[in-house]
C-alpha cells in the first residue's frame, strides 16, 4: 500500500511562497504519475501539476508562471514551488500517485492565503 505525506502548508501573506512536499513510502520511480490536486470546501479536486513517469511536468495554465513542479528521485518525493501566493490560492493540498493501475492520495496539507 503506498503511503503518500504531505508537508510544507501553512499560513502565508498574499504575495508569498511556499513549498509543499510530497513524500511516497515507495520508489516515485515506478509511478506512472503523480500530481498535486487542491480542493476548497464544498468544491471538487482540481489538477495542480502533473508529473508524468518520465519526468515531464504540466501546471495548469491558470497557475503558469507562479507554480512550479518537480520530482527528487533519490527522495520519493515530489515537490510544489508555489510563489506570488493569492487569497484565491488558499486551499487543501492534495499528493497523488498511479501505479499499477491503483490510485493513492495523501491526507493533504493546509493552505491559507491571508493577510
Known amino acids: 500500500q503506498v503511503q503518500l505525506v504531505e508537508s510544507g502548508g501553512g499560513l502565508v501573506q498574499p504575495g508569498g511562497s511556499l513549498r509543499l512536499s510530497c513524500t511516497s513510502s515507495e520508489s516515485i520511480i515506478s509511478f506512472y504519475r503523480m500530481a498535486w490536486y487542491r480542493q476548497t470546501p464544498g468544491n471538487q479536486r482540481d489538477p495542480v501539476a502533473i508529473i508524468t513517469f518520465n519526468g515531464d511536468t504540466n501546471v495548469a495554465t491558470s497557475l503558469e508562471g507562479r507554480f512550479t513542479a518537480s520530482r527528487d528521485n533519490a527522495k520519493n518525493t515530489i515537490f510544489l514551488q508555489m510563489n506570488s501566493l493569492k487569497p484565491d490560492d488558499t486551499a487543501r493540498y492534495f499528493c497523488?500517485?498511479?501505479?499499477?493501475?491503483?490510485?493513492?492520495w495523501g491526507q493533504g496539507t493546509q493552505v491559507t492565503v491571508s493577510s
Open positions: 497523488h500517485a498511479i501505479k499499477y493501475g491503483r490510485s493513492y
